[in-house]
């Protein structure tokens, strides 16, 4: 019979290491399901609905995904995690379980009545280290911080500065990125933080729902940037469309209409079409992106490794082979 056993035996087989496999073991999945699923389909390697109606749709994410973000960000005995997207709360019970009594999990629930079902399950789980909160998750939770690991389990715009501050020296992050430039899928990207620089690669390839607040309105953002900022000076900058993403992570200041890329960060502002930046306005950033990309030799984002400080200021561009 399908169980939270067979879930763990499962996990084992694909490689996961019994400690983190071991927090789903400890948790029974169809507590946090609202949903009609069925047993088999719950204790699955798959993405199953938790609720969904008319306003709302959540989901618990692909177990064998979860548990290898939790191995990337070394999650163990005693460490204090911040979570993005808690859903129903799946996610944060499995994460409470490996860190155990000495350790904390933080996990923001962003809607209201998803947040509500969250932690209804928590409670009937028996979960005494979650601190589950309903708020916009772009704020991240000062109060706890500074976290040895941060895992977004929606999809993001982009990264806050605001993660970065609470997470501490050492520490990873790990979130899948709505990369405009990609129609086909969410580049998750691994952050980590190192004498006060933090680095980045591309470790997967997923699919995420996008997450809802300042999270997941950098459109929105960009493009009133981009109508309100009034100059003239005409500037114009080559560039190879597989660098899109680097440029996006880096500048956290660009969103697609249509065929067009707008980038706009209160200062300057440009268009992107036919491999040509155009523009106006004070452009230094987005221009001394690209000069480190034609170092490079144009790469695409899943190539290289990211260095940058927290203002994303100041970068370096690394290609593969780091």
Wanted: contains cysteine; hydrophobic residues 40%.
């Amino acid at each position: 019979m399908p169980s939270a056993k067979s879930l763990y035996e499962l996990l084992l087989s694909m490689g996961i290491k019994e400690e983190i496999a071991r927090g789903f073991l400890e948790v029974p999945r169809e507590y946090f399901v609202f949903e009609r699923e069925l047993l088999w389909q719950i204790y699955s390697d798959s993405v199953v609905i938790t609720y969904e109606d008319e306003e709302v749709h959540t989901t618990s994410s692909q177990p064998s995904l979860m548990a290898q973000f939790m191995e990337e960000l070394g999650i163990k005995e005693g460490s204090k995690i911040l979570e993005i997207g808690g859903g129903t709360g799946y996610n944060a019970a499995v994460m409470a379980k490996i860190v155990g009594e000495t350790g904390l999990v933080v996990s923001i629930e962003y809607n209201k009545k998803i947040y509500d079902l969250g932690k209804k399950a928590l409670e009937r789980a028996g979960i005494n280290n979650v601190i589950f909160l309903n708020k916009d998750g772009f704020e991240g939770e000062e109060k706890y911080a500074p976290y040895d690991a941060i895992l977004s389990a929606v999809g993001v715009d982009f990264v806050p500065k605001n993660w970065f501050e609470q997470l501490k020296e050492g520490g990873r992050l790990i979130a899948p990125l709505n990369v405009k430039s990609s129609t086909f899928y969410q580049p998750t990207l691994l952050f980590w933080k190192e004498n006060g620089w933090i680095y980045a690669k591309q470790r997967f390839a997923t699919s995420f729902i996008k997450a809802g607040g300042k999270l997941g309105n950098l459109a929105e953002k960009v493009y009133e940037m981009y109508h309100s900022l009034k100059c003239e000076n005409f500037l114009e900058f080559p560039m190879a469309f597989e660098s899109m993403g680097i440029v996006e992570v880096l500048s956290a200041a660009v969103s697609r209409f249509g065929v067009e890329f707008l980038f706009a960060d209160g200062k300057g502002k440009a268009k992107y079409s036919s491999e040509f930046w155009r523009g106006c306005g004070d452009l230094n950033r987005l221009s001394n992106i690209i000069n480190e990309l034609e170092k490079n030799d144009y790469p695409n984002l899943s190539k290289v490794l990211l260095k940058f400080d927290l203002n994303r200021e100041n970068f370096r561009i690394f290609r593969e082979g780091f």
